[in-house]
């Protein structure tokens, strides 16, 4: 037998230690994780006990797939139908999957058509493997963490007064595509003054102007894999409350890093940006949570907030992106991205930022 792709080896691991036959995973996300095949809705991917995994796409993907895919690749003119017998031919009795990723038909369609199957929900298993990342894996980020901070240092080129966000936003992404992106893993934020105090501002046509402080939050995607990142920018001399705000921000990005290593809860890393804010007095100013893994999708576990129940582990690449939003004047961010070790982290981002003045 041919080595196997590692991911999806880590997915076989399920099957084994949950005693399965197969896990089916028909979500885009966990069919790249486990093929490294970049599809669209329709595709599905098997990994049986006793075969080889497999990956089903619909004829206009198979040649792409068959380039792509890490493990083999069939091709089918009715899902449900290659489904249904694949299931059948392997004999599998007991198959895993991810209740929440799996549409309704598909579940009705094997309970139905397979009475005597049992299903079992994996979400968690396998959003907990997915947490810890591979050296290919951290590769990929750190590459699409490079393409992020070309387009913040566009951004920081472009800030102006006189620009809208919009324009910003363009220059920005336009120097990310050029450099290798694939597509931003979310709408790219430019959000100046009043804007800024909104966590998930949409950028807009609003003018940036003199006094503002203007918050870029955008992301690249490299083979896959995606990076986040904010820097909050000052256009022109701003308000000593502002620098206060910033100051704040800062203090509670390194005070949250400096707790950061394996075997800490994801919860304590978030205490301590909460406690540095609540010193400076913006505590309630800070709405949102202290970070999240980062991977194949752009909000992964581990939640790094006041409620998670996650351990941090070597491997696990997490944003710190502390907050402080004052509704109707202006808001401060401030997001890395860090790779946890076992002693410590790594801060995978090098953009500067001390850029309000
Ligand atoms: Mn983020």
Redesign the pocket.
Known sequence: MQEMFQRALKIMDIVLSKDLDCILLVDVSNVFYVSDFRGYEGIFALIPKEHDPLLFVPKLEYERAKEESKIHVEQYTNFSAALIESLRNMKCKKVGLCYKRTPHTIVNTIKTKLPNIELTDVSENIANVRMVKDTDELERIVEAIRIAEKGLEEALNTVIDGISELNVAAKAEYSMRISGSEKTPFPTIVASGPNAALPHAVTSSKIVRKGEVVIV?LGATFKGYVS?L?RTISVGKVDGKVKDMFQAVLEAQKAAIRAIKAGIKASDVDKEARKTLEEYGYKEYFIHNT??GIGIN??ELPIVGEKSKNILKQGMVI?V?PGVYIKGYAGIRI?DDVLVTKTGCRILSRFKKDLVD
Do not use: A, L, P, S
């Open positions: 939050d986040d904010t970070g999240h752009v909000h944003t992106e997001e």
